[in-house]
């Protein structure tokens, strides 16, 4: 590690800026995942699209349906290849608490810059917030690595902005992915000032949380490697340009993406998310490959629809 667990907070502060993307993973005709595929898709991605760091074996990256080893293996490879070059926040969750600390010490043991995991299931517990900040302490104590909370509706409630400022306290705990409304996000970075990084996943919102939020990271989703190419670096342009305070310029680059971002959702099946991504970096001459049981594939229709708006949305290739 490059910094000590209590310097998670400042080291983060300092290094972790600019556009984070969460890293699907590409699979081969048998379902095996395609590593030298995943090191082109990585080559590319910090190379020609400048992306500053991933989130390693998340949803993207299909983590539910990965052995314990093959998630260790992921972190690894990730780390390899990233090293010297981009930055890693391994996702450590599970719903199993000694599986979330063995993957948070194996991440610290292969050069993870960092760790997430997201909160526990909890449906069954109506007062879960002291739980959830003893979850958090725990890990915490087992571990040096920065840690990031995820709080999203997939486990059944969303954490408070309360909550997440008290968790904030603790010695390594150094930011957070909020995939809730803005007004709970909006609320929690005022409340933590420079205590730990608030960011969410949304594209459509970034440009306005660097101006009106004055944040500095976008952790994590695909749109940084789907919404662009290398001779189309449209996302990285308007980020850089906010951040260097030119506003109007930065709107628009951000506003002439709504074409190619109106194409991805618009093709999406609800049902299909990781399909349709892998489909599409397939389009954009990435490597993808099929999705994993239980998860289904595109029917040709649905390519055929995709490739069109693809073909029509004004990406520069």
Known sequence: ??????????????????????????????????????????????????????FIAGKQGEFFSMSLDERKRNFEFAAE?????????????????DTVIELAQHAQNVGADYIVVHAPILHFI?????????????????????????????????????????????????????????DMYSRLTEMVGDKILVSTASEDEWFDNIVELNWQLYLCSSPPYLLQTKNDLRMYKYTELAFAGEIEKARSIRD??????????DTRPGGK??????????LLGQAGGPVRSPLLQLTNEEK?????AFDACGLIL
């Open 1 to 54: 590690m490059n910094y000590r667990k209590n310097e998670a907070k400042e080291y983060s502060r300092e290094n972790m800026r600019g556009i984070w993307a969460a890293a699907l993973n590409p699979m081969t005709t048998d379902f095996a995942i395609d590593e030298d595929g995943l090191r082109s898709n990585f080559d590319h991605w910090i190379d020609e699209l400048k992306i500053q760091g991933f």
């Open 81 to 97: 290849v990233c090293s010297g070059r981009a930055g890693t926040i391994m996702s450590c969750s599970d719903q199993n608490f």
């Open 126 to 182: 109506h007062e879960r917030d002291d739980t959830i900040y003893n979850y958090y302490k725990e890990i915490c104590d087992r571990v040096d690595v920065g840690i990031a909370m995820w709080s999203h509706p997939d486990s059944g409630y969303l954490m408070s902005p309360e909550l997440c400022n008290r968790i904030a306290e603790l010695p390594n705990i150094m930011a957070i992915k909020y995939s809730v409304p803005r």
């Open 256 to 265: 002439s993406l709504e074409p190619v971002r109106k194409a991805l959702k």
């Open 273 to 282: 998310p990781q399909a349709h991504q892998k489909y599409w970096q397939e």
């Open 304 to 308: 055929l629809q995709t490739k069109a």
